[in-house]
């Protein structure tokens, strides 16, 4: 089934930048769409942007879009998530997970993100 793991959360201010970073394991990564989703407080889960396998398409959440972007490095396993002017609606915990092609079948633990001076 294979392993996702987030990196590269923690404490930021507001307007600042961070980069989150998603290891996969176990898994042919170059095979799958992959996506980050994240989760605010009290809050349900809310998809933040998508990549192709050979990221050539690449869709954004509205609110995300100029701000945030995603890649991949197939040779290196490894997705990543450029998030800039960040808010403090921002703050959540961030998730990486494969499309599974009924639905994403493989998460990461996630990475907390926390926006505040």
């Known amino acids: 089934e294979g392993q996702l793991e987030e990196s590269g959360g923690g404490l930021v201010q507001p307007g600042g930048s961070m980069r989150l970073s998603c290891a996969a394991s176990g898994l042919s990564f170059e095979d799958y769409t992959m996506s980050w989703v994240r989760q605010a407080p009290g809050k349900g889960l809310e998809w933040v942007a998508v990549i192709s396998w050979d990221g050539n398409i690449i869709d954004y959440a509205e609110s995300m879009k100029g701000r945030f972007h995603i890649s991949r490095d197939n040779a290196k396993n490894t997705l990543y998530l450029q998030m800039n002017s960040l808010t403090s609606e921002d703050t959540a915990v961030y998730y990486c997970?494969?499309?599974?092609?009924?639905?994403?079948?493989?998460w990461g633990q996630g990475t907390q993100v926390t926006v505040s001076s």
């Open positions: 997970a494969k499309d599974g092609g009924t639905g994403y079948d493989v």
